[in-house]
T-cell receptor, first 115, second 113 residues
């Protein structure tokens, strides 16, 4: 069973379109994340939810809107796509139990290409 | 802002040799983690070292942490072609949000058969 699964794996779309990426984890974790990895492999956190509550919201254009219907799911909706949104988006989850825990489990990534 | 900075950016070695990657960071941390990313795949957690630990081992991996220098190293011994991947350090900072894990830019390791 895949621990953190995200769909779609590949997404090619035109500028100006709206698209969504879905993520589900079956690890029973209480915290989920969205990271963006650019063409230079730099990973930057975008959002984090803990028990469906938004706890991290980095400097991300408000065209990006995360939604967590329950603690096993975290979706990412992107409006009015721009060329610079092309990247690989990773979903991850972790269990937070004090300051010394919290290894992340990553999905396989969703490669978004905006033409 | 970038927290971890790996060094070198790329490393090419022969199978059987040891590979050492370094990571420097800027702020106080609760723990530091190392991850591996194979090409086209997600990141996989390798090892976590707490701020009060100095060294940790896991199989062929050895991680050290020097909080006075704000640096860590990952040593892979007796490397194999299958170790070819990008390796990232990530820090969980003390103070502020405990939920945030900040990644470095990664070291691309190539192990030649």
């Amino acid at each position: 069973d895949t621990a953190v699964s995200q769909t779609p794996k590949y997404l090619v779309t035109q500028m100006g379109n709206d698209k969504s990426i879905k993520c589900e984890q079956n690890l029973g974790h209480d915290t989920m994340y969205w990271y963006k990895q650019d063409s230079k492999k730099f990973l930057k956190i975008m959002f984090s939810y803990n028990n469906k509550e938004l706890i991290i919201n980095e400097t991300v254009p408000n065209r990006f809107s995360p939604k967590s219907p329950d603690k096993a799911h975290l979706n990412l909706h992107i409006n009015s796509l721009e060329l610079g949104d092309s990247a690989v988006y990773f979903c991850a989850s972790s269990h937070i139990a004090g300051v010394n825990t919290g290894e992340l489990f990553f999905g396989e990534g969703s490669r978004l290409t905006v033409l | 802002s970038q927290q971890g900075e790996e060094d070198p950016q790329a490393l090419s070695i022969q199978e059987g040799e040891n590979a050492t990657m370094n990571c420097s960071y800027k702020t106080s941390i609760n723990n530091l983690q190392w991850y591996r990313q194979n090409s086209g795949r997600g990141l996989v957690h390798l090892i976590l070292i707490r701020s009060n630990e100095r060294e940790k081992h896991s199989g062929r991996l050895r991680v050290t942490l020097d909080t006075s220098k704000k640096s860590s190293s990952l040593l892979i011994t007796a490397s194999r072609a299958a170790d070819t991947a990008s390796y990232f350090c990530a820090t969980r900072n003390s103070g502020g949000s405990n939920y945030k894990l900040t990644f470095g830019k990664g070291t691309l390791l190539t192990v030649n058969p």
